[in-house]
Nanobody
Framework: QVQLVESGGGLVQPGGSLRLSCAAS????????VGWFRQAPGKEREGVSC????????YFADSVKGRFTISRDNAKNTVYLQMDSLKPEDTAVYYC????????????????????WGWGQGTQVTVSS
């Protein structure tokens, strides 16, 4: 069965950290660029970060730049999102998807995806004191 499974979310205080994992089954993640996206209540899903298939290319939304890092372990067929210095506005359901790309529109980095293999169930991140 082809699927993406996100995990690692939870409740954390402002300034805290979490590491999210995106695991794939039924296909090999290292063939694809993989991105993280999030959707807060009442808002549209937005791109957070994207990593190329080799790991050498990385994009971050301006809102998370300097706080989040993305990495991949192709041997484990998994992509990670390390989130530090978390803020309440980071609260959202986080999803991963393949075939992402990043582009600069004016001064803003925009991350999109074709989501070839669809979306997982997501993992909830809540930042609150």
């Amino acid at each position: 069965q082809v699927q993406l499974v996100e995990s690692g979310g939870g409740l954390v205080q402002p300034g805290g950290s979490l590491r999210l994992s995106c695991a794939a089954s039924g296909f090999t993640l290292d063939d694809y660029a993989v991105g993280w996206f999030r959707q807060a209540p009442g808002k549209e899903r937005e791109g957070v970060s994207c990593i190329s298939s080799s790991g050498s290319g990385q994009y971050f939304a301006d809102s998370v730049k300097g706080r989040f890092t993305i990495s991949r372990d192709n041997a484990k067929n998994t992509v990670y999102l390390q989130m530090d210095s978390l803020k309440p506005e980071d609260t959202a359901v986080y999803y991963c998807a393949t075939d992402c790309s990043g582009a600069l529109y004016g001064s803003a980095t925009v991350i999109t995806t074709r989501a070839r293999w669809g979306w997982g169930q997501g993992t909830q991140v809540t930042v609150s004191s």
